[in-house]
Each structure stands twice: as C-alpha cells, then as structure tokens.
C-alpha cells in the first residue's frame, strides 16, 4: 500500500454544463480506489459530476488511508491548500464542500476538525452510503457533519449499482466483497478502522461482477482486507467461501481473469488452495504477506503462524499451481526485532523466491499494541535492514523477470504504448508488456513471446493476433 495520491474514477471532465463539480482525491490501496468510485455513484443522483481539478469542484473529497506513517500530516497539508480554493471560489460566489473520508478520518475524525475547521464532512469507511445525507444535513445546518460510526447495516445494502470499471480503458476492475478484519495484528489499525470483518451477499457481488463484465471489463480483482476471509450468504442459503464465489464468477461469458487481495495465510484454506489448480481465470500471481520470517517476531506480531507453517502453504500453492508466482509484504523493524530476527526473513525470501514483495520500515501507528512496545529499533538500523533486504528482492524480481524471456504469454492489452504502433498490456503476473501491434487488439488477451526484461516491465513480440482461448 502507499499514501500517494492515485487517479481514480472521478479525474474525468463532465460535458454536462449544469452538473455539480466533484472532484475526488484518493490515497491508499485499491479497495480506497473502489470506494472513491462508489461514493461518486452515491452522489451522482444529487447533480455531481467528475471533474480534473478542485478549483471547478463544488464539492472535493479526500479519500484518506492510515496504513503509512505520516498519512494524517500529509492529508493536513492538502486541506490547507484546498482551504485556498474554498476561499478563493467563495469571494467568486461559488460555494465548496470539503469531505474527509476513509480511514484517517475514522482515527481522527474530531481532529480534523479542530485542525481545519472549514471542512464540512467527515465519514469513515463504513458510511460512504450515507453521503446524500450527510451534504444535506451540512448544508442545512452551515457547519461540519462527522460520521464515522460503525452501523449495523451493510453499506452495500443501500448503494446505488456501479457504473462502470474503474480504470482508463475500462477493461480491468476492483470489486470489493469482503471489508474489516478480526486478526488485530500488533502494528495495524485496521480493525480499528475498518471494524469487524464482514462480507457481502454472493447475489450482490455476482450481479456487480456481471454489470461489470457486461460494460467491458476482462479482469477483476476482489478486494479485502483478509479476502480469502470471505464468507458470504449464498442464494442456496449456505455460506460460500471465495472458492466457491471465484469458481461461479468464472461461468460468467467474457470475464477472463480473476484476481484477489489482500490475503491472510491463516485463511488460506483447501478449497482456495485447489481452486488455483482449477480455474484458469485465477491468475498465476498471489499476493500473500508474511512480514516477517522470524517466528519470535511472528508471535510479537500476533501473526498466528509460523515461518514454517508459511513455507508449507506455500509449498501447497505450487504443487496446485505449478506456475504459481508470489507476491509479499515485509515489515522491518518491529520492536524486538534482534539482527538474528532479520536475518530469519531474509533466509525465508531465500528459500521461497518472490516475484515482488513490498517492504517497509515499522512505524507506530496510534492505538495498537506494538506502538507502545518496548525495544523499538533505532532508525538506522530499520534503514539498513531495508535497504539489504529490498536489494534481495530486487535480485529476485529481476531474476523472475528474465526468466520470462523465451516464454510465450497470454497478455491482455489495456491501451496503446508510448511508441507510434506500440501497444501495452499485463502478464498473467501482473507484469506490463510493451509490444508492437495494431489498435485493434485492444481488448483481447494475445500471445506474446518475451524478449526483453526491463527494470519495471517486459518488451515483447506479438505472436498471434487472434485472441487467446
């Protein structure tokens, strides 16, 4: 995860003349990018529209994440420049509403307004479906609507259908199923956050999958924080699991691919584990973090495995997929952490091999268990271990990617290149790949030998242009 702002749904200008302006500030992972796109649905029945910019929004919401160290400060400093705009469009006679969502604003809802008093809204996560009334209430009662409690209902139970796939082109989605998380590790602050894990109707996430499929996308990738929790009301009134769910998604004509994130190795279970084996749709590429390779740190962590018990599921993935490739997260500096603790990660990335891993120093994040522990590791020492442990993966990473080379993969073209007649696309492991090809094939899923590994992509050469099966 990162905290940077990303383009979501809502950078698209608007033709209607007449529509309010929305503008739509994301940060974080791609469940917040999901979420900014649905809470432009939420809006869209009262008048607003995407627009580029906040100077020609008449209303702009920050879509926060908590996840990274320093996340509320930079949030801050977006809203003292938004602050500027708001006044400079009120001296014009032009009204702003100012919305802090997501999970900064949960932690920190009444600081936020005591730091910046001229925000109007702030919600949690879990309230998103309540915005109409929320812009309501605040323009009713000319101050601030704060609104982060957890309800009882399912905010999907209230909102509007999705419009459309959330990424330029169309042709690749996010679906959330799944949200919250009962594992309550050391260092995160999800379960504070986000709440308790709960899941949505299989009826629902089928028909979103459906409507999604059926305004172009070819890939979809389920969202959750413990996805693989997943656990969901079936209509044959049983509970389904994510490989059940995974395995009627494929039966729907023309969704190609299907991925997921992010998982929890503790709810990995057999029915997932074989499902990867059996549907072609999963793609051969899972995220599944451990942290750290140290059981000791693993137990600090209040992980509920071992490095061990890490290595045999992984071991388990593979012999169900043999072109199974591994993504992870790793994070250096727990307190406690001893030089013995670290190297017990990099001998576990040794011994497993990853295609890429996302790694970051610990940092305390307010109300959790490990921010108040003892023994916090000196700065330094958290920048050594990083950088030694990210030129491992790097290795790994760049060794991964040269394997490719010679191989013949079925890549699915998002758009044109950067080159005149080049045309660009993903991997089954997520890897973009640059080939030269006609605009046409947009859309379709190719066959490309690999020719050329880069730092972050693959160059390649069409081989086919009829679509793969």
Not at 84 to 98: H, N, P, Q, W
Not at 238 to 250: F, K, N, Q, S, T
Not at 405 to 431: C, E, I
Request: glycine fraction near 8%; aromatic fraction near 6%.
């Amino acid at each position: 995860m990162t905290v940077t702002p990303v383009p979501g749904p809502t950078t698209q200008p608007t033709s209607d003349p007449h529509a309010r302006g929305l503008h739509v500030i994301t940060w974080g992972c791609q469940m917040n990018v999901y979420d900014s796109a649905r809470m432009t649905d939420v809006l869209r029945p009262l008048g607003y529209a995407p627009v580029d910019a906040p100077d020609a929004a008449d209303m702009v919401i920050l879509n926060t994440c908590h996840i990274r160290d320093r996340a509320a400060e930079k949030v801050f400093s977006e809203l003292g420049r938004l602050r500027l705009v708001k006044e400079e469009r009120a001296e014009a006679g032009r009204k702003t509403i100012i919305a802090v969502a997501g999970c900064v604003a949960q932690a920190e809802g009444k600081e936020i307004l005591a730091r910046a008093p001229y925000v109007d809204i702030v919600l949690g996560p879990q309230t998103y479906h309540r915005l109409p009334e929320m812009v309501a209430r605040a323009a009713r009662a000319g101050g601030a609507v704060i609104d982060t409690d957890f309800p009882a209902e399912q905010k999907f139970d209230f909102l509007p259908d999705a419009q459309a796939p959330q990424t330029p082109g169309g042709l690749t989605a996010f679906l959330t199923i799944q949200e919250g998380c009962d594992k309550f590790c050391s260092f995160c602050v999800v379960p504070y956050t986000r709440g308790a894990e709960a899941s949505r109707p299989v009826a629902s996430v089928l028909a979103e999958a459906r409507r999604l499929v059926a305004t172009g996308a070819r890939e979809i990738t389920l969202l959750g924080q413990n996805v693989n929790a997943y656990h969901g009301d079936g209509p044959d009134g049983v509970v389904w699991g994510l490989a059940r769910l995974a395995g009627e998604m494929a039966r729907i004509p023309g969704l190609a691919r299907i991925r997921y994130t992010t998982s929890h190795p503790r709810d990995m279970d057999d029915a997932l584990i074989a499902a990867h084996g059996r549907l072609p749709q999963f793609m051969p590429f899972l995220h599944l973090p451990v942290q750290s390779g140290s059981d000791r740190i693993l137990r600090a962590m209040n992980r509920g495995h071992t490095a061990d018990e890490y290595r045999d599921l992984v071991r388990r993935l593979r012999d169900s997929r043999p072109d199974l490739a591994l993504s992870s997260d790793f994070i250096i500096g727990h307190p406690g952490e001893t030089d013995e603790d670290f190297e017990a990660t990099m001998t576990l990335i040794r011994d497993i091999g990853f295609a890429q891993a996302f790694s970051f120093k610990y940092s305390p994040r307010p109300g959790t268990p490990a921010a108040g522990a003892p023994l916090q590791v000196p700065e330094a020492v958290k920048d050594e271990r990083l950088q030694a442990l990210q030129a491992l993966v790097r290795q790994q990473q760049d060794a991964f990617n040269a394997a490719t080379v010679g191989r013949t993969l079925p890549v699915l073209v998002t758009g044109k290149g950067r080159k005149p007649g080049q045309l660009s696309g993903r991997s089954p492991y997520l890897q973009p790949v640059h080939f030269d090809g006609p605009e046409r094939l947009i859309g379709s899923e190719v066959a490309v030998e690999i020719t050329a590994p880069f730092t972050n992509s693959l160059g390649g050469q069409l081989q086919e242009e009829r679509a793969c099966a």
